[in-house]
Structures are given as C-alpha cells and as structure tokens.
C-alpha cells in the first residue's frame, strides 16, 4: 500500500485523539482541530496532495476557531449557569457563630464546618450564637460582617449532615 493511500488513516486518528482529548479539556479548541482533521480527510479522499490536505486543515480549523467557537462558548455560558465552587462558593453565604468573632479572630460554623473567622478591621464584634455573612475567605479564615436586618438569615439550601454518633440516628 502506498504511503499517500493511508494519509486519511493519520487524519482519522488525529481527529479521534483530539476529539477524545476534547472531551476531557471541555476548552472547545481541540475540537476545533478535529473538525480540521476531518477536513483533511475529505481532501485526501479527494485526491488532494499532503499539501492540499494541510492547508484544508489548518484553514478549516482556523475558521472554525475564529468564527464558531466563539459563538458556541457565548452559547454554552447562556445555558450553563456559573457555578462557584471551593472557597469561592463560601462567599456571602451565611455562618453562625460558634464564639465572639472579632477582628482579631473568632469561629463559625460554615457549609457545616468550624472555620476561624474575622470581621473586617474596625467593624464591631459579633456575638456568638448569631448568624453572619461570609464576606470573603482569606486563607483560611472566613472574614465575616452582621447580616442586615431586613436580609434573611440562611440564603443557602439546608442540606441535612449525619449525626456523628452512630447510636444517635433517629
């Protein structure tokens, strides 16, 4: 078999691995190159020399990465809703207080967990036993403020934590 007759072989596998390796990244850039490659495919079944096939991929995967994926991310962001997640989904989520937390230090209770926590330089102590939003995370440590009055006091969704003693499962 000639070298030129499988050159839709290496395509076919160069669209494969990139589609694969899209579907771990979810970056849509990848799959630009796919598509590319699957030009390629088609000029080699055409009859087109390695050059011809080249350039169909490069000049195919450049206008897909200019012209579409824009398109499909701005798409997939309308319809996929931002989730903040780790310590950025904390963020002005409410927290009792487990102990006075002042500028110099405290503790909460947040997303079920004792977290030391700090009000902000030069605002007032709160009193434990009293809900607080988290304004911000700074390490380690949830640096919180009062919750307003007309705020609610949980904005979060309850979700039910099992008891830590296994006798007290009622």
């Not at 195919?60 to 319809?79: A, E, K, Q």
């Not at 030069?122 to 380690?140: K, N, Q, S, W």
């Amino acid at each position: 078999m000639d070298q030129i007759e499988i050159h839709w072989l290496w395509w076919l596998v160069a669209a494969i691995v990139l589609g694969v390796i899209e579907v771990l990244t979810l970056d849509l850039v990848l799959l630009m190159f796919a598509v590319g490659a699957t030009a390629a495919i088609v000029a080699n079944v055409a009859g087109a020399s390695v050059t011809v096939q080249v350039l169909a991929f490069a000049a195919t995967s450049l206008v897909m990465l200019v012209g579409l994926r824009p398109y499909l991310l701005r798409n997939l962001r309308r319809r996929t809703p931002l989730v903040e997640t780790n310590a950025a989904g904390l963020v002005g989520r409410a927290a009792l207080t487990l102990s006075e937390v002042t500028a110099r230090g405290g503790l909460v209770k947040l997303a079920g967990e004792e977290w030391s926590a700090r009000t902000t330089p030069g605002a007032a102590a709160i009193p434990a036993d009293v809900e607080a939003r988290v304004l911000r995370i700074d390490g380690a440590t949830a640096v919180v403020g009062p919750l307003e009055p007309d705020e609610p006091p949980a904005s979060t969704p309850h979700v039910p934590t099992p008891p830590d003693d296994p006798e007290d499962r009622s």
